[in-house]
């Protein structure tokens, strides 16, 4: 899981950048003009940043054994997928009509 994570961390940093990972195309008009990425990781997957950079998070709780560690990280990974599929898919389809 680690080599798609620096991957994803990667192809964010290299073909859009931090601000508008950071969710700058659902706020500032000067992103919303910009096409939908398609290169690095997000070749392979839509949702690369919800599919992998959120291990990050796992992280600490699996080096440190820490059950409640864990726990937050299962509950911010799920937590971060209901606010992708209740609002910001829906961003998706008017941004970027995907």
């Known amino acids: 899981m680690i080599i798609p994570m620096l991957y994803t961390f990667y192809s964010v940093i290299r073909y859009f950048g931090i601000h508008r990972a950071a969710g ?3 706020f500032l008009p000067e992103y919303r003009n910009k096409q939908f990425v398609r290169k690095g990781i997000y070749k392979y997957f839509n949702n690369a940043m919800y599919l ?3 291990f990050i998070v796992w992280i600490p709780g699996l080096i440190l054994g820490s059950i409640i560690a864990i726990l937050l ?3 911010n990974y799920v937590y971060v997928w209901v ?7 829906a961003d ?4 970027y009509g995907v």
């Open 52 to 54: 992998f950079a959120l």
């Open 73 to 75: 990280a299962l509950f």
């Open 83 to 89: 606010h992708y599929y209740t609002l910001e898919r």
């Open 92 to 95: 998706f389809q008017i941004i």
């Open 24 to 26: 700058a195309d659902h």
